[in-house]
């Protein structure tokens, strides 16, 4: 089994979610007491969230990208980088180091194309809907990509910080994602993609009438794949 190696902590949240899912997967898969080998790089979000805010990426960069190096001389084999936003400096933080970094758009996208979906409305951070980082690397796999409109956006991305980074699940806020999946649907979504990993601390299939893509879990299934094909 090859060493995984975690960057999280943006937020711990959602990362405590990728270490569940990922020993949870590997049990399922082998049976028994097994777990996952892996490392786990929490940085304090709250840094990070200043540097997101004021646009400082390439401080950003240099930060994760530092994350990452510490993973791969811990013996790290493979990089999974425990939110969707900073994948928006992802290809800086692959240059930092050798060991290959799994994109949490291609473990997405290979999903929805696999359930037939060819257009899907995007939630996220109002960085992950408003820029290209994310939704083109899902276009580049052949899919039509919809955001919300701009009041849904900051809707969502408020939830996001405001709440769910802090472990706050609120029925209202369950509603009102709701409403905002139910009008990328009538926009013509075919299936939602839960592109932030706090987004499924919140919200699940049973909340949308299409077929939903739940990042963090994708991005798991696909790491402990590749952590398993030795």
């Not at 646009?55 to 980088?81: N, P, S």
Request: glycine residues 8%; charged residues 20%.
């Amino acid at each position: 089994m090859r060493l995984i190696g975690l960057i999280g902590g943006m937020s711990w949240q959602s990362t405590a979610e990728y270490y569940r899912l990922i020993n949870e997967m590997v049990a399922e898969q082998l049976g028994g007491l097994h777990s996952a080998r892996c490392l786990v790089y929490s940085v304090d979000f709250a840094p990070i969230e200043r540097m997101q805010a004021d646009g400082h990426w390439v401080d950003a960069a240099i930060e994760l990208g530092r994350a990452a190096r510490a993973v791969e001389a811990g013996g790290a084999e493979l990089l999974v980088l425990c939110t969707n936003t900073m994948h928006k400096i992802a290809p800086e933080i692959q240059a930092a180091v050798r060991i290959p970094l799994l994109h949490i758009a291609d473990a997405t996208a290979a999903a929805a194309l696999a359930a037939g979906v060819r257009t899907v409305g995007l939630l996220g951070t109002r960085f992950t809907m408003a820029e290209p980082f994310l939704s083109d690397r899902l276009a580049a796999h052949g899919l039509r990509v919809l955001v919300p409109n701009a009041q849904d956006r900051r809707l969502v991305s408020d939830i996001i910080y405001a709440e769910l980074c802090r472990g706050v699940v609120r029925p209202e806020s369950r509603a009102a994602y709701r409403g905002v999946i139910r009008r990328l649907t009538t926009a013509g979504a075919q299936g939602i993609v839960f592109g932030c990993t706090e987004i499924e601390l919140l919200v699940d299939q049973s909340d949308s009438d299409v077929p939903v893509f739940a990042s963090t879990r994708l991005h798991c299934a696909a790491a402990v794949e590749a952590a398993l094909s030795v």
